[in-house]
């Protein structure tokens, strides 16, 4: 399926094919506890335009926004908004 390079970077990869909706939640969930750290500008960059210690933090969103979706059943229906 995939070669395996040296060079391969997941992070990078999954990022960079996201879309904007998705960048702009974990930039925004970056800035949550690092107030300032991203601008609403930066939000279509690709992975490779922040520095390293931006990068770290993109990282660190993207997993905890990955161990949330591990811990959702699934589609929620519009119905369950009827109480």
């Known amino acids: 399926m995939f070669s395996k390079?040296?060079?391969?970077?997941r992070a990078r990869e999954f990022f960079n094919r996201q879309?904007?909706?998705y960048k702009f939640c974990i930039l925004t969930l970056v800035n949550r506890?690092?107030?300032?750290k991203f601008s609403i500008g930066e939000v279509g960059e690709d992975f490779e335009f922040f520095d390293l210690h931006r990068r770290?933090?993109?990282i660190q969103a993207m997993n905890l926004?990955?161990?949330w979706g591990e811990l959702l059943p699934g589609k929620f229906k519009?119905?369950?908004s009827i109480i």
């Open 65 to 67: 926004i990955n161990r």
């Open 33 to 36: 506890n690092n107030p300032g």
């Open 5 to 9: 390079c040296r060079n391969r970077n």
């Open 56 to 58: 770290e933090l993109i």
């Open 19 to 21: 879309s904007d909706d």
């Open 78 to 80: 519009l119905s369950d």
